[in-house]
Nanobody
């Protein structure tokens, strides 16, 4: 299983970005896709998950602003980020697991390389 994250960039506070996570390989066995982020000098932080049954779960800090979704035909998972804040600045990683939704990065088996999101004030 390979994951390729893209779509990061520089945006002003209040703006929007859409991150993409292209998947390849034996992704049909993956039950849950997730997004995490890591700001400089901080630990990796949970952002959102999307399960095979389409259940979603968000960190409180992004609830109502971010939306996780997928396009099965394109084997791609998205993270739509609206109303961005400077504190959203981080490297964003997509991840996949065989198991159910989890906010712990330790439960994920596969990771993309990360894409940098910078939100200016």
């Amino acid at each position: 299983v390979q994951l390729q994250a893209s779509g990061g960039g520089l945006v002003q506070a209040g703006g929007s970005l859409r991150l993409s996570c292209a998947t390849s390989g034996r992704t049909s066995r993956m039950n849950t896709m997730g997004w995490f982020r890591q700001a400089p000098g901080k630990e990796r932080q949970f952002v959102a998950t999307l399960s095979r049954n389409s259940n979603t779960y968000y960190a409180d800090s992004v609830k109502g602003r971010f939306t996780i979704s997928r396009d099965n035909a394109k084997n791609t998972v998205y993270l739509q980020m609206n109303s961005l804040k400077p504190e959203d600045t981080a490297v964003y990683y997509c991840a996949a697991t065989y198991y159910g939704a989890s906010s712990s990065s330790e439960d994920y088996d596969y990771w993309g390389q990360g894409t940098l999101v910078t939100v200016s004030s």
